[in-house]
């Protein structure tokens, strides 16, 4: 009985199909205006300020294996906050808390063991992370 309903419905929903790809010509088509989407939150300073939004992307090496918690210290934003971050390679995320660091934007950042054992880097490798800043 359970296979006839499928069956039942398949043939149901072919049936539909076939009536929208064959629109009644007497009836005009309605123009489709496209919604526009936002524009992603490219700029670190709109990032920042407490929306979600991306930071940028950085190479980061191990920080001090000593210091716990799950952060990562980098020259991407100006103050703290929660972040996430992504190994670009693997696609494997955790929230850390961003910390700010006094270098040049391009220089580098560092992340904790924590941090490195969550995303699977191995503690010898540069991982390039996708920060994003999450909202407060």
Do not use: Y
């Amino acid at each position: 009985m359970r296979h006839v309903s499928i069956l039942m419905l398949a043939v149901a929903t072919a049936a539909g199909c076939a009536e929208l790809q064959s629109p009644d010509p007497a009836v005009p088509e309605a123009p489709v205006n496209p919604v526009p989407r936002p524009a992603p939150l490219d700029e670190p300073e709109s990032a920042e300020r407490g929306a979600v939004g991306e930071v940028g992307v950085t190479i980061a090496s191990l920080g001090a294996p000593a210091e716990p918690g799950s952060w990562l210290k980098t020259p991407l934003v100006a103050t703290p906050g929660r972040g996430q971050v992504t190994d670009t390679a693997t696609g494997r995320s955790v929230n850390v808390d961003l910390i700010p660091l006094d270098a040049a934007r391009g220089s580098g950042s560092r992340l904790s063991l924590a941090a490195f054992q969550a995303i699977g880097a191995p503690l010898t490798s540069l991982p390039e992370l996708r920060v994003r800043r999450l909202a407060e």
